[in-house]
């Protein structure tokens, strides 16, 4: 039985130089008349309580006593403070007088939801090193300590809750995960999860032989760059277990938490450090959010198929290296040329390291729970996985996030860090080819307003357009590609630059001389040493149409007749292009944009300006499509924020709020799907492994009741990046399907100022139309 330990109340009860005070709310009274700095061995009363880490139960191992407390100063056996990098608010909260000194918790009710089995590793001083592994149940295992008055914290604890994520919530509408009504809930897709949250405390010597140096040569490093603020590191060698001011992490557990540490069922495991930026408020530049979004989703199906999922998030921001320095990294790598060559450069040169995550004691949480082998780890980390499985942990399968989920502009941190090692089925890129890996570049932004759209007086060069397929579909064009495409096309890859563009153009039986138009076309880039695909086919269609009918793409029409349905014909046509596409990329030649082109007047600036359209962040980016303004041409493919088709085809077009607010605003308008001229879409999903994205029709059943969907209507309804990255509509950028209509609807008018404004001053608006939004 432990002796009891009173509260200080008289100056009997106080170590010598101790002065008690009569103030209860002022801490001062709770001080010594001297400052205490540092203890030592053998130092009159100085006993720490026996702490023998790795022993077979809690009560042979001891408790981890770490207060202050006069009555306890000198029978501490540990160093540091409880709350981890929360024990300065502690402080804090003390000298504001809003905590007592002597306040000890009441522990009534805050007992574990579940009762974690004790495992071997327990008693292992080899294999729990960060943690302690009686920490989530101090007063079942130190309960005579408690109850004499010794001042013991918890340094873990395990609760369940419900977990609400808008990914869950969107595969639960998709069907992709089910409401089993145990572990999902509700149609919201509720998920209902144990957590456990772990502070570090940290056995010295074990952590010392986990990096590979000697305990004093740590100690005096942790000692040093704390500011000093720990010298019982040097004075007391006899004190092995430290509790540092840092971050710990949290278990997530999906399903029953007993499964976990049963080796007869699947484990699936996410191991995730944190990324606020990401994580919280989906910043793009990394693919952290996607990940631990991908990973809980895997966790819960895995748990719901009878197994386990568990996700385990470690605070360890910025790859441990802080917020503040992520930041100044991100700066360097958008002013230097974001390329994923520079990706760790970038890093070293702010930091001195690449990362600091430290992976050797990250298995530590895996023994505590009773991990011996994992089925399905989702992560790519080579340092995680060499990290677990230097613990004896197995590893059966490595998952890779889906290409699809990828952000465009973190191609460039995922791209680097496979070549630095990360797992991949997919193929691994050359220091010379991640050169080519760039993100997106800054505008000159001197107010939020170029977040949305660039300046009119921003020039081509200022803006990184990054690597372009261009791709397009020509019948009977001649005229306007003589007049004008052509050297748009020219005078865009000259700009952009030959080894950055790849064009696509595929030509279909014209009985005009677009042929010879695109020959020339084909001369011209040549000369630039561009890299292109020009097909000129024989094959009309009218040709297709009188072909002998096939089992799909024919319907029977109200005419009495077998005849060829012209959308699925022009998904194939498209589909032509992505085949490239995709062969490139299996030859290591990869984009990170894909430029659809139909036959309209545009210039260099547009296709930047359309690039860069809400920040270069969109599943596709439209322009605005003329061919006799006022009125718009694309009425088929055009639907607002709600789905709804276009309320006029004069301005303001638009039925829903969302859409028509952002076209008053002349800001890039949400849309749910759009094909006016000119698209830009991230090519991730159409070279995905699992489901690349393709062009298609409604199926024949649906055509012959006389429906139509646009395949390019289609294509946006199939992209699993419209729900997270949006489809939007850009109004600064217009073309046109022939010079008038292009000269019409130029210049772009400032921000402001309407398109209405402006047409209506040109003296094309319809009679009674006034012009007002």
Same mark, same amino acid.
Request: charged share 25%; hydrophobic share 35%; net charge negative.
């Given at each position: 039985?432990?002796?009891? $330990? ?43 309580? +026996?702490?023998?880490?790795? *022993? ?31 024990? $300065? ?9 809003? +905590?007592?000194?002597?306040? /000890? ?11 974690? %089995? ?24 130190? /309960? ?73 040569? =740590? ?17 007391? %060698?006899? &004190? ?44 793009? $530049? ?16 895995? @748990? ?21 320095? /992520?930041?100044?990294?991100?700066? @360097? ?6 390329? *994923? ?9 702010? *930091? ?47 998952? %890779? ?6 952000? #465009? ?7 680097? /860090? ?17 050169? #080519? ?27 990184? *357009? ?14 306007? &590609? ?8 020219? #005078? ?28 020339? &076309?084909?001369?011209? =880039? ?79 600036q547009d296709v930047l300006t359309l690039l860069h359209t809400n920040g270069g962040s969109y599943a596709a980016a439209c322009s605005l499509d003329f061919s006799k303004p006022p009125q718009y041409y694309d009425t088929f493919a055009l639907r607002d924020s709600q ?18 607010? !952002? ?80 000269? !019409? ?29």
């Amino acid at each position: 039985m432990p002796e009891s $330990i009173p509260i200080a109340t008289t100056t009997d009860d106080v170590p010598p130089g101790e002065d008690t005070g009569s103030s209860p709310k002022s801490p001062k009274s709770q001080f010594s008349k001297h400052i205490l700095l540092t203890t030592y061995p053998g130092q009159n009363g100085v006993d720490p309580v +026996l702490l023998q880490w790795g *022993a077979p139960d809690a009560k042979s191992r001891g408790p981890i006593v770490a207060s202050r407390h006069p009555s306890q100063l000198k029978r501490r056996n540990a160093m540091g403070a409880h709350g981890g990098s929360y024990s $300065i608010y502690n402080a804090l909260a003390i000298a504001a007088g809003d +905590l007592p000194t002597d306040f /000890k918790p009441d522990f009534n009710n805050t007992e574990p939801t579940f009762d974690f %089995p004790v495992q071997p590793a327990w008693s292992d001083p080899k294999k729990i090193v960060s943690l302690d592994p009686f920490g989530h149940d101090i007063v079942k295992h130190f /309960k005579s300590y408690l109850d004499v008055g010794w001042d013991l914290r918890p340094s873990m604890a395990i609760t369940r809750a419900n977990m609400r994520l808008s990914e869950i919530e969107k595969a639960v509408s998709e069907g992709q995960i089910e409401v089993d009504g145990s572990i999902v809930v509700g149609k919201n897709g509720d998920v209902r999860v144990t957590k456990v949250a772990v502070e570090p405390v940290w056995y010295l010597p074990g952590v010392a032989e986990r990096f590979g140096v000697d305990e004093g040569t =740590l100690r005096r490093t942790l000692f040093e760059h704390t500011g000093g603020s720990y010298p019982e590191l040097i004075t007391r %060698p006899d &004190l092995k277990v430290f509790l540092p001011p840092i971050g710990g992490l949290t278990v997530y557990i999906f399903g029953p938490p007993e499964r976990v540490s049963d080796e007869n069922v699947k484990l699936a495991l996410r191991i995730h450090d944190e990324c606020n930026g990401s994580d919280v408020f989906q910043s793009d $530049i990394c693919t952290c959010r996607p990940y631990l979004a991908f990973g809980i989703q895997e966790a819960i199906k895995e @748990a719901q198929n009878g197994g386990s999922g568990v996700v385990i998030y470690f605070r360890k921001e910025g790859r441990a290296l802080g917020e503040v320095v /992520k930041y100044l990294v991100y700066n @360097a790598r958008k002013r230097g040329g974001d390329t *994923a060559d520079k990706y760790f450069e970038r890093t070293e040169n702010i *930091a001195g390291v690449r990362d600091m995550r430290f992976q050797a004691l990250m298995p530590d949480i895996l023994h505590w729970l009773g991990v011996k082998k994992i089925d399905r780890m989702l992560s790519m980390s080579n340092m995680k996985h060499d990290a677990i499985v230097a613990q004896g942990i197995k590893i059966l399968e490595r998952i %890779p996030i889906p290409e699809e989920m990828i952000p #465009q502009d973190s191609r460039v941190e995922i791209d680097a /860090k496979i070549n630095a090692g990360y797992f991949t089925t997919g193929k691994t890129f050359t220091m010379e080819e991640l050169a #080519q890996v760039k993100g997106r570049g800054w505008e000159k932004w001197e107010d939020v307003t170029s977040l949305t759209t660039v300046n009119p007086q921003t020039q081509p060069n200022d803006i990184h *357009a990054g690597r372009i397929f261009i791709a397009s579909l020509h019948w009977n064009n001649e005229a306007i &590609l003589r007049a004008d495409w052509n050297d748009a096309v020219v #005078q865009l890859v000259s700009h952009l630059g030959a080894e950055n563009v790849f064009v696509s153009v595929y030509e279909s039986g014209s009985w005009d001389d677009s042929k010879g138009a695109l020959r020339d &076309l084909d001369a011209r =880039l040549d000369a630039l040493g561009a890299p292109r695909n020009i097909t000129l086919s024989e094959v009309t269609h009218e040709d297709e149409i009188n072909a002998q009918p096939g089992e799909e793409g024919w319907i029977e029409t109200s005419r009495g007749r077998r005849e060829l349905r012209r959308i699925p014909y022009l998904a194939r046509l498209r589909n032509w292009s992505l085949s490239i596409l995709e062969g490139l990329a299996r030859e290591g030649v990869t984009f990170d944009t894909i430029l659809f082109l139909n036959d309209v007047v545009f210039t260099t600036q547009d296709v930047l300006t359309l690039l860069h359209t809400n920040g270069g962040s969109y599943a596709a980016a439209c322009s605005l499509d003329f061919s006799k303004p006022p009125q718009y041409y694309d009425t088929f493919a055009l639907r607002d924020s709600q789905g709804n088709e276009p309320l006029m085809q004069t301005w303001p077009y638009f039925r829903s709020s969302e859409s028509l607010n !952002a076209l008053l605003s002349m800001a890039p308008v949400p849309v749910t799907s759009c094909w006016n001229g000119m698209v830009a879409m991230p090519t991730t999903p159409f070279l995905s492994q699992s489901n690349p994205l393709r062009f298609r029709g409604i199926p024949d059943s649906l055509a012959l009741h006389h429906l139509e969907g646009s395949e390019c209507c289609l294509i946006h309804a199939d992209n699993p990046l419209s729900a997270t990255h949006g489809v939007f509509l850009n109004p600064r950028v217009r073309v046109g399907y022939n010079r008038a209509a292009y000269e !019409a609807v130029h210049p772009v008018p400032a921000l402001g100022e309407s398109f209405a404004s402006l047409v209506f001053d040109a003296g094309i608006l319809e009679d009674g139309y006034s012009g007002e939004a």
